[in-house]
């Protein structure tokens, strides 16, 4: 005679609208269920980074190699001057429903009101 096993969920109970089951209970916490895991390249594979072994981590990273891995910033020439890219407005002035699958706008005149995305911009000559 076999032992009865219970019918495996193949979905998670929030999948059937029951919200916050999984999070509320330790052994849903613990357990990992292959199809919900991580897919490998999903994830940063840090191998090779500092503090993956017990002593580095309890030392810190130095800093002077945290700041090796920064990127300088590239400075503008003081004779060139700095160029603000206009107000961004599409054809229809953003009013109504996008008939284009592309996005399309033009530069227009106004200089005021910029949003913090448009400040931002800026036109950079090839």
């Not at 060139?80 to 429903?97: C, K, L, Q, S, Y």
């Amino acid at each position: 005679m076999t032992e009865y096993e219970p019918e495996r969920r193949a979905t998670t109970p929030e999948d059937d609208g029951i919200p916050d089951l999984q999070d509320g209970t330790p052994q849903q916490q613990w357990a990992e269920d292959p199809q919900q895991m991580v897919l490998p390249g999903d994830r940063s594979m840090t191998l090779d980074e500092y503090g993956t072994t017990v002593e580095e981590m309890r030392q810190g990273e130095p800093l002077s190699r945290r700041l090796e891995r920064e990127e300088p910033e590239v400075p503008i020439p003081p004779n060139e001057p700095i160029e603000p890219a206009g107000r961004i407005v599409e054809d229809n002035e953003g009013i109504g429903p996008d008939t284009e699958k592309d996005a399309v706008a033009h530069e227009t005149a106004d200089e005021s009101g910029f949003t913090a995305e448009e400040s931002a911009m800026h036109i950079e000559r090839e």
